[in-house]
């Protein structure tokens, strides 16, 4: 069983930073990735940001350039620094993690991100 604790979010106004964090914990062999979705409303779930065990990032195009996504392998735990936030950045994110011999995707708790003047 794996278990994913995010932390971090909150109010920020526009062209303000917010950070998150997200950990893992429980039963596994090998961290394939790590990243983060976010959720509105009435839409699906998008993506914001991965990043796998090499390192290797991926992001959406809406938060490229503003977004960085980053990780501490050891810890098994994934960050993300927002940057020049964008009331279009406001949704519910959510921590996935996927491991290697594992076909589950895990999914955390969702955290809030509200970006308003």
């Known amino acids: 069983q794996v278990h994913l604790v995010e932390s971090g979010g909150g109010v920020a106004q526009p062209g303000e930073s917010l950070g998150l964090s997200c950990a893992a914990s429980?039963?596994?062999?090998?961290?394939?990735?790590m990243g983060w979705y976010r959720q509105t409303p009435g839409k699906q779930r998008e993506l914001v940001a991965t990043?796998?065990?090499?390192?290797?990032?991926d992001y959406g195009d809406s938060v490229k350039g503003r977004f960085t996504i980053s990780n501490d392998k050891d810890r098994y735990t994934v960050y993300l620094q927002m940057n020049s936030l964008k009331s279009e950045d406001t949704a519910v994110y959510y921590c996935?993690?996927?491991?290697?011999?594992?076909?589950?995707?895990?999914w955390g708790q969702g955290t809030q991100v509200t970006v308003s003047s």
């Open positions: 996935k993690a996927n491991f290697w011999f594992d076909t589950s995707e895990y």
């Open positions: 429980g039963t596994f062999i090998r961290l394939n990735y």
């Open positions: 990043i796998n065990e090499y390192g290797a990032t």
